[in-house]
């Protein structure tokens, strides 16, 4: 079972490291152990960040078999995770701290849809409907502060504007990499993946907006040429 554990730890670490510190957690409460210098379980030996075990165009998934890493499981949580160090970028950027603590939230919400979607097979829906519900309310406060659209925008404004129409596209991405994955004969995934990456993207949409709307820039119209 250790033999086991390790290996998942390498797989799923490369693509989130985070999940690490939460998987020696585990650990300690299943064995009773008790945590050393490092921060892990008296002994643990500390893995490190490189492992060489994908240095051949393979990785292991969550509980899973060793596929290729362009495997359709792969490339929908690693967009997933691209998707969610934009955000990361986002937070970084001036004037966005009026939108801090949502997008602080949704970062940890496609950590856990990242690892649901690692984990073939998985029954544990950590991405629920009241997920999307809050997105949905999201959406509708943001939107009401609005112009009613009458015509195509362009993707432009304001740096934040700009960088959350980046993260918006992404987001798409992930979405069309998640109903690649749906496609595939005997597959699983998490049951509101679509509908959560579908409202985070037009919610995004709405936060461009409004990052432009509070910044006094006007949305910039597309026109045929």
Request: hydrophobic share 40%; glycine share 8%; net charge negative.
């Amino acid at each position: 079972m250790a033999a086991s554990i390790g290996g998942l730890i390498l797989s799923v670490e490369q693509a989130f490291p985070g999940l690490f510190p939460l998987i020696a957690a585990q650990r300690r409460r299943q064995t009773g152990s008790t945590v050393g210098s490092s921060g892990f379980p008296s002994g643990v030996e500390t893995m490190k960040i490189y492992t060489k075990t994908g240095d051949h165009g393979d990785t292991g998934l969550f509980g899973g078999p060793r596929v290729r890493k362009d495997h359709a499981r792969i490339e929908a949580f690693g967009t997933v995770d691209e998707l969610n160090s934009q955000l990361g970028l986002i937070r970084t950027l001036p004037d966005a701290a009026v939108f801090d603590s949502d997008l602080r939230r949704i970062q940890c919400e496609l950590f856990d849809l990242g690892a649901e979607l690692a984990t073939p097979g998985t029954r544990d829906e950590r991405i629920t409907l009241a997920h999307v519900d809050t997105l949905e309310r999201l959406i509708d406060h943001h939107e009401a502060a609005l112009e009613p659209l009458a015509c195509f925008i362009l993707p432009t404004g304001t740096p934040l504007a700009a960088a959350i129409h980046v993260a918006r596209t992404v987001c798409r991405r992930a979405e069309r990499r998640v109903v690649t994955l749906a496609a595939q004969l005997d597959t699983t995934i998490p049951a509101n993946a679509i509908e959560y990456l579908n409202r985070l993207g037009d919610l995004l949409f709405v936060l461009a907006r409004s990052a432009n709307h509070q910044a006094g820039v006007a949305d910039d119209p597309w026109v045929h040429p």
